[in-house]
């Protein structure tokens, strides 16, 4: 039986080609890999070089510390919490910890750092800005938020109201609506400093809460006390106001035991213990 002779494929030729061409590709990968590692190493030294010229450069060494925003602390006091000096080279210095060094602070509520090219180096802080103390058995010092920003000690040189028959409970958290007690003492506290206020926010030496009958106000030293209750305080502020015009007009009393303006509609003052016995309780 005669057929025609198949031919077979060259697959040793074929199979050949495949592996250079395999070997190539890997070849250039690697190649590639290698490039890429070397500029990364040299990007690296690049910036290592660059950051040690920067941090140690004589140029950019600190000539100029200034401090703004300050009243109670001084600026040797902000510098030291910042822990900055003259001739840092201003590369070197973290601005980021020390914002956070200076807000650790208690007496810094906010503070900015930046670099002034070549050699300086600017803070500016926002201080605390104190309202009163509270007297919770331990003393606390309340900011114009009324939020507690530290515990008084004997360096707190403050001649702020004191507040006194509040608890743990009643102390401002942020988000959170004040206690009936505490938002009483805010308002009272914020009415003190407004323009021509009848009792002024200089003269109040005290503040006392009641939680059942509210505030009773420590001012004025010819008058011991004034009951002033909860709620409807601008109304009994005007009230108190021509009742001192009252008396002063008509030749009243020197010094008064309190007036009680709880009940706006029976407005009683009672004159000091030395006078009661000749003039008694008077109702205006």
Known sequence: MSGRKRIRKNYYKNSGAGKRNKMLKRFVFGLKLTVVGTALVFVSLLF???????????????????????HRLTQNQVLKQANITNGVNI?????????????????????????????????????????????????????????????????????????SGLEFSDINVKGELRSIPFDAVMKILGLGQKPESVLPYSLIKKIHVDREMGLTIYAFDHIREIKIGYNDYPNKY???KDVL???????????????DLNNLNRIVVNPAKIESATKGRKEV
């Open 245 to 259: 015009f009252y008396l002063k007009k008509n030749g009243g009393f020197s010094r008064l035991e309190s007036i």
């Open 48 to 70: 290592v070089f660059s950051y040690d010229f920067l941090t140690q450069c004589e140029y950019f060494k600190a000539k100029g510390l200034m401090v703004i925003g300050t």
């Open 91 to 163: 590369f070197s210095v973290n601005l980021s910890k020390v914002r956070r060094r200076l807000l650790a602070h208690s007496w810094i509520e906010d503070a900015e750092v930046r670099r002034e090219l070549p050699s300086g180096i600017n803070i500016r802080i926002k201080e605390q800005k104190p309202l009163a103390v509270l007297d919770l058995g331990r003393k606390f010092i309340i900011n114009s938020h009324g939020e507690v920003f530290k515990e008084m000690d004997k360096a707190d040189h403050c001649n702020l109201p004191m507040i």
């Open 238 to 240: 005007a009230m108190l």
